[in-house]
């Protein structure tokens, strides 16, 4: 079982940038896909973006493309989500998640019912 942890979000300016990190550990991330979510008050819990086995493989959510870059360090068992030019829409808890995956497979995934474990979420606020 993996476990993970979210750091990295705050309080920030439209415009602005936060780096979201997730730290994992119980197992090796090289088996898993990963992906990122949020969920703003009042509403469903919504893909970021996500990231396969791969980096190459990789997809986004419409509004996160060209502003938000998700990667993953194996090495050190993590993955990261850039975030630039920030909106006040941006503004939820994110949370990082973890699938386990086939060794062959470079699939990412974009429900949250795709992923088995996820972490205790980061509150990101962006004012304008």
């Known amino acids: 079982q993996v476990q993970l942890v979210e750091s990295g979000g705050g309080a920030v300016q439209a415009g602005g940038s936060l780096r979201l990190s997730c730290a994992a550990s119980?197992?090796?991330?090289?088996?898993?896909?990963m992906g990122w979510f949020r969920q703003a008050p009042g509403k469903e819990r919504e893909l970021v973006a996500a990231?396969?086995?791969?980096?190459?493989?990789?997809t986004y959510v419409d509004s996160a493309k060209g502003r938000f870059i998700i990667s993953r360090d194996d090495v050190r068992n993590s993955m990261s989500l850039l975030m630039n030019s920030l909106r006040p829409e941006d503004t939820a808890v994110y949370y990082c998640?973890?699938?386990?995956?086939?060794?062959?497979?470079?699939?990412?995934?974009?429900?949250?019912?795709?992923?088995?474990?996820w972490g205790q979420g980061t509150q990101v606020t962006v004012s304008s």
């Open positions: 990231i396969g086995r791969s980096p190459l493989s990789t």
């Open positions: 119980g197992r090796a991330l090289s088996n898993y896909a």
């Open positions: 998640a973890a699938r386990a995956t086939l060794h062959w497979s470079n699939d990412v995934y974009s429900r949250p019912d795709d992923y088995s474990y």
